[in-house]
Structure formats: structure tokens, C-alpha cells
């Protein structure tokens, strides 16, 4: 079995990034536990924001740091994706690099999906936004996702002991949902 690729997707503007943060510690803590459950894996995090030339693209292939991260996601075995909420939905340079996704590349993917926001007020944007977007694509979503607010960080990363049940939730999903891939991919590699 190749070992299998997780990818966080990174939408925040800020540096740092409450978002980027997050993104990171999740990727790290799935990565760990697929680890420890013997799937064999490598991990990649795309800061949308810091993609060379990201403001410039309008068409496919975008600049060979933009294209090679939209392969990456499209190539991805599992997706952590985070935003942060900008009037009360994922930020427009996250919607514009998924905007640029083919429509057809995620297609039955994991995805764990992440918010970072001001207020408590808006804790289902995952719900209303981030899910509805990856449905579109057909790919599948967790049950459970994470909506952190500035209480959950110090000095900009996530801090010690935030939600640590709602995230360990998560990466028990994710590992289930990795096991999952790793079962198919020895199967289509038998049938092959
Ligand atoms: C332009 C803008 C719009 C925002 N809109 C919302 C909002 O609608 N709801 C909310 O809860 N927080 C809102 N926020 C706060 C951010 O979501 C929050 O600070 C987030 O954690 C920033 O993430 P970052 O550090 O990755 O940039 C907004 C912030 C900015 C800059």
C-alpha cells in the first residue's frame, strides 16, 4: 500500500493565521493517530494565502506553485480543510481557490472540515457553508467538524487543552475514514 497522502487546506489572510494553526495541529494529531493504527502516511499543508501568484489565477493551469497544490488536494487520500469566517461564510480566497478544483477531484474524499471565527454566533458555518460546498463535489464530509473561536487560541496557535474531546472525536473519524481508503486501495491494487 503507497502511503497515504493527508492534505490541509488553509484559507486564512492572516499572519499568522489562527486558521493556518489549527489546520496544522489537526494534520499533525490525524497524522499521529493513522501512524499509531499502521497507515502508513505523508502530510502536506497549503497556506492558500502564501501560493505565489494565488491573486492572479483565472484559468487552469495556474503558476506551478498555485497548480501544484490543486493537484495535491485532488490527489489527496484525505482533506483537512479550514477557513476562516468572513461575513458568516469561508473567505473569498478560500472559495476562490476551490473555485479552481476540477469538479470531478473529489469525488468520495474525507474531508475534516474546520472554521476559526469571532464569535460563537457563527459556529455553523460549517453547516451552512463549508458542507453544502464539498457536497457539490460529492466528497465526505465528517460528521463532526471544529469551530474555534479566539478564546480556543494563545499567542496565535491553538491552545493547550482546546476542545480536546470535540477534536479527538474528529481524528478518531479520520482514522476510521483513512482505514477505509487504505482497504480500497488494496483492493483496486488486487483487481488490477
Ligand atoms: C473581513 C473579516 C470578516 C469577518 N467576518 C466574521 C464573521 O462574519 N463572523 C465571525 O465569527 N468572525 C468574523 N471575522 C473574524 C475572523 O473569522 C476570525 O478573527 C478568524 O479567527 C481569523 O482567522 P485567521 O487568523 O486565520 O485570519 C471576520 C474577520 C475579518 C477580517
Redesign the pocket.
Known amino acids: 500500500m503507497s502511503r497515504l497522502k493527508i492534505v490541509g487546506l ?1 484559507g ?3 499572519a ?5 494553526s489549527l489546520v496544522e495541529l489537526v494534520v499533525e494529531r490525524i497524522a499521529n493517530a493513522a501512524s499509531a493504527a499502521g497507515l502508513s502516511n505523508e502530510t502536506n499543508v497549503i497556506d492558500i494565502a502564501a501560493l505565489e501568484d494565488i491573486g492572479h489565477l483565472r484559468a487552469r493551469p495556474g503558476s506551478p506553485d498555485v497548480e501544484a497544490a490543486l493537484l495535491a488536494v485532488e490527489g489527496a487520500d484525505f482533506l483537512i480543510a479550514g477557513s ?5 461564510s469561508y473567505s473569498g480566497l478560500f472559495k476562490h481557490f476551490v473555485d479552481f478544483l476540477d469538479y470531478r477531484g473529489l469525488i468520495g474524499l474525507p474531508v475534516a472540515l474546520l472554521a ?4 460563537d ?2 459556529a455553523l ?1 460549517i453547516e451552512h457553508q463549508l458542507r453544502p460546498l464539498f457536497a457539490f463535489f460529492q466528497a465526505q464530509p465528517l460528521g463532526t467538524g471544529i469551530f ?3 478564546r480556543d487560541f494563545a499567542d496565535g496557535v491553538v491552545a493547550a487543552g482546546a476542545s480536546e474531546q470535540r477534536l479527538d472525536q474528529l481524528v478518531s473519524e479520520a482514522v476510521h475514514a483513512l482505514a477505509a481508503r487504505g482497504r480500497q486501495q488494496i483492493s483496486t491494487a488486487t483487481a488490477a
Open positions: 488553509s486564512g489572510l492572516s499568522p493565521s489562527r486558521t493556518l476562516p469566517v468572513y461575513k458568516g476559526t471565527g469571532g464569535s454566533r457563527h458555518a474555534f473561536t479566539e
